[in-house]
T-cell receptor, first 110, second 113 residues
Framework: KNEVEQSPQNLTAQEGEFITINCSYS?????LHWLQQHPGGGIVSLFM???GKKKHGRLIATINIQEKHSSLHITASHPRDSAVYIC????????????FGKGITLSVRP | NAGVMQNPRHLVRRRGQEARLRCSPM?????VYWYRQLPEEGLKFMVY????????ESGMPKERFSAEFPKEGPSILRIQQVVRGDSAAYFC???????????FGQGTRLTVV
């Protein structure tokens, strides 16, 4: 079993919809990251969380440490949000390398 | 302040050749991480370096792969005698301190023919 699991694997939404992407992990962590990758492109760091909630523009990330779960929400989705969204964790007691989920491919239709 | 710069963006090598991938971290960043993304797979950690030191190489294949981050110049990931299974996207990330947010480069896409 992977230490970081993401669901659903693929997600299709209509423009304007509210989208939620989930991430569960099975290890103790010191931080969780949400990353975005466009096809053939680089990786952009969206959020780094260790507790609570963060918001940036139309993106909101939350984390529940007790339940070992995080969600990434996209409000008023747009076709340019189409990308792979990757959840990654820093394992407690380890150094600052990241352990990644497989990512979720999001397609937002106009 | 330029972001993390990786070059080349695309690299084609024949089986048996050497591949050298370069990563220039953001200004002021002394921690560098290399990750590999195989086709249809997630990202995997390879190696973590801090100026002139390898901190963690637990994700590096034991043979043919090496990494360095010299006092001056970029970090280099070197793959000797490449095989088709080395074809992947290789990403570098850097951070100013351990346990702070890391910033990723655009990646180098290696194709072995």
């Amino acid at each position: 079993k992977n230490e970081v699991e993401q669901s659903p694997q693929n997600l299709t939404a209509q423009e304007g919809e509210f989208i939620t992407i989930n991430c569960s992990y099975s290890v103790g962590i010191s931080a969780l990251h949400w990353l975005q990758q466009h096809p053939g492109g680089g990786i952009v760091s969206l959020f780094m969380l260790s507790s609570g909630k963060k918001k940036h523009g139309r993106l909101i990330a939350t984390i529940n440490i007790q339940e070992k779960h995080s969600s990434l929400h996209i409000t008023a989705s747009h076709p340019r949000d189409s990308a792979v969204y990757i959840c990654a964790v820093r394992v407690s007691g380890a150094n600052s390398k990241l352990t990644f989920g497989k990512g979720i491919t999001l397609s937002v239709r106009p | 302040n330029a972001g993390v710069m990786q070059n080349p963006r695309h690299l084609v090598r024949r089986r048996g050749q050497e591949a050298r991938l370069r990563c220039s971290p953001m200004k002021g960043h002394s921690h560098v991480y290399w990750y590999r993304q195989l086709p249809e797979e997630g990202l995997k950690f390879m190696v973590y370096l801090q100026k002139e030191n390898i901190i963690d190489e637990s994700g590096m294949p034991k043979e043919r792969f090496s990494a360095e981050f010299p006092k001056e110049g970029p970090s280099i990931l070197r793959i000797q005698q490449v095989v088709r299974g080395d074809s992947a996207a290789y990403f570098c990330a850097s951070s100013p301190f351990e346990s702070t947010e890391a910033f990723f480069g655009q990646g180098t896409r290696l194709t072995v023919v």
